[in-house]
């Protein structure tokens, strides 16, 4: 729960740089919302969240 909402605000900031920036469109951003709550319902949820755990643990076990 804590690495999904870490990530989700993450991409949060990601979007609002992105969009005072003006590289990305307010329509892209919607776009984007919407497919990821699309995604949330099939199938492949599970898998895309295994896959962001097992990055965020692969980024917490390197050492600088």
Same mark, same amino acid.
């Given at each position: 729960? $804590?690495? /999904?909402?870490? =990530?989700? %605000? #993450? #991409?949060? =900031?990601?979007?609002?740089?992105?969009?005072?920036?003006?590289?990305?469109?307010? !329509?892209? $951003?919607? =776009?984007?919302? %919407? #497919? +990821?709550?699309? %995604?949330?319902?099939? /199938?492949? $949820?599970?898998?895309? !969240?295994?896959?962001?755990?097992?990055? $965020?643990? %692969?980024?917490? +076990?390197?050492?600088?």
């Amino acid at each position: 729960m $804590a690495i /999904s909402v870490s =990530v989700v %605000l #993450l #991409l949060v =900031v990601l979007a609002v740089v992105f969009l005072r920036n003006g590289g990305l469109r307010m !329509s892209h $951003a919607l =776009v984007c919302v %919407l #497919l +990821g709550f699309l %995604l949330a319902n099939t /199938s492949i $949820a599970p898998t895309i !969240s295994n896959g962001l755990s097992a990055t $965020a643990s %692969l980024v917490s +076990g390197v050492k600088p």
